[in-house]
């Protein structure tokens, strides 16, 4: 499972003003402490700072990677902040993220073959986010059709489904399983990223439902998520999962999880 | 989700003496506990006792359903047991469990008829328990074909396609996870069922993975446990994946379970 930390992003209260400020200590810290819980990415995203995103995501890389040895993910749908940045970074960057929408697939996939980055690719497009999986498949498959027109390799491709509020429709996570399955068959080499919150978004007791949601989509071939690896209980759980689904033989990490004390057993 | 109240099993160590010693008193509250927690049914099991079993089946389906509405599920395999619990059993019993083995099906069958209840089909034939899904899948065929043959009706089949543990054989969770979809994809109106905590033997933190398998197997089609309902992080987990898979519309027993206290939100 690739895992890739989520706190570093300026939506996030405590982050805006050390962003805004340019305090690399505490972005540091952050970033070390997502690592230390099992990270093997660490997103950054500075959307909210508008005007000011590109010399913040530039600082951001250089400021986390001084830091830490895990590659970043470049969050944003911006080419001047993805072009700024892109040349600071050490390692395979992941660009987060294109999408069938002609312009910003046109204006963003040329940084990705650039920077030889790996690249999440939202199945929407100029129509919108689609209710349907036959809907969401079909813009997966041409996805990864353009993408390898355009050089870029499989084991660079991370395809995000798009997770919408069961509480708004109530087949939003059955369409992301059935979504996954069915591209997954078709584009093994493929990957999978998505959030998890989205799904639970106006329900109570909001982690259990991103937990369960977490480990019925790596049954369906997720394998990666944007998380906060400091969810104890959401770690444990995928944990689990990959040595239930065989991704981790005879559970080798899941026990050594155990020994050092990072599985949270569940009441 | 078919939910069946584990507990009382002589092979636990607090129920032997107290079948053998008739306490009605403590294996009523133990039922009421488990229907109170969200069992849909009450599994009696008292295979420890071998000559005493037949007597001591009777005795607690009459006790137990003193108690409580539910139906009870009759958990064994010995034909003189079922036969003398059989009768004074109220509602539809169900049956745990038939096999594809020859004698053990030509011997429990014809009571299944008699008695209009449900069954346990296990996925193993006389030649053992097979490693692979595609002879697993094909046991259940048969047993279903079977079945129907002898006039039960599909929804008073469940199939249990047995777990292994993953510490002994890595692809355990797997095997069972395909056996699942694809029985299910061929016999959409045929029920599943089976234990959780086989899976997790000799591995640390067990319940951390029955829950995790609880969860990918409900996502390849499983609607039926045999498990403890007063296990409170595993009840939760299952109460978000029946929302998460649609099984409950909008999430309103999801926010009812909450509401009443019953949803334990993960650490």
Redesign the interface.
Known sequence: MHIVGERINTSRKAIAPAVEGRDAEYIQKVARDQVGAGADRIDVNAGTLVDGEPDALAWLVQTVQDAVDAPLCLDSPNPAALAKALPLHKGKAMINSISAEKERYRRIVPLVKEYGSAVVGLCMDDEGLPDTADRRVEIAHRLISDLADDGIPADDIYIDPLVRP??TS??A??VV?ETLQRVHERHPAVHFICGLSN?SFG???R???N???L??A???GLDGAILDPQD??LM??L???E????RD???LH??QA?RDGK?????
Request: net charge positive.
């Open positions: 069961i509480s109530s087949d996570a059955l399983l799904v329900l109570p007791a982690r259990l439902l937990q369960a949601f480990v019925l790596m049954g369906a104890a209980g444990s759980l944990r689990a999962a040595a239930l689904l065989n033989s005879f559970g899941y026990i155990f599985l949270a057993v569940t009441p």
